[in-house]
């Protein structure tokens, strides 16, 4: 069977891996210094990505030694413990507890305006109990 097809490479002819335009043959020390700088680049990345996690790393660890620490069960899911262990994993922290330790600092800062509602109400709750304690000793006078 045939097909429509069929490969007219010459096999004695050169293949060019790269496709130059004309004019581009006539510049290799560009290309050269282009490619070098490309290189310089790409070899820096991996540095400052090391540096920009040590400066968090060292950020959050002076945020969790700076509080008390009390230890906690907490039940979460399998999504959130492996974002736990991608912080470990990234050296962001050193243990899963740490992460979750700031991680629910921190979304109890963002929730700041829900825990003073919270507060507002718990205060009312605490005199509501009081008053009815008070009924409750009339009763037994």
Do not use: C, W
């Not at 490619?35 to 969790?64: C, K, V, Y």
């Amino acid at each position: 069977m045939s097909t429509s097809f069929q490969s007219q490479t010459d096999p004695s002819e050169p293949k060019e891996e790269l496709i130059m335009h004309e004019g581009e043959a006539e510049q290799p020390d560009e290309r050269a210094n282009v490619s070098s700088s490309m290189r310089d680049m790409a070899a820096r990345i991996p540095e400052q990505l090391s540096a920009i996690g040590r400066d968090i790393s060292r950020t959050i660890e002076r945020a969790i030694s700076a509080k008390d620490d009390y230890m906690l069960a907490v039940k979460v899911s399998q999504d959130a413990q492996h974002k736990l262990g991608q912080l470990v994993q990234a050296g962001v922290f050193g243990t899963r507890a740490e992460a979750a330790a700031f991680l629910i600092d921190e979304g109890i800062k963002t929730q700041g305006p829900l825990f003073e509602r919270v507060a507002q109400k718990l205060t009312e709750i605490e005199r509501l109990r009081a008053e009815l304690r008070g009924l409750v000793a009339e009763k037994k006078d």
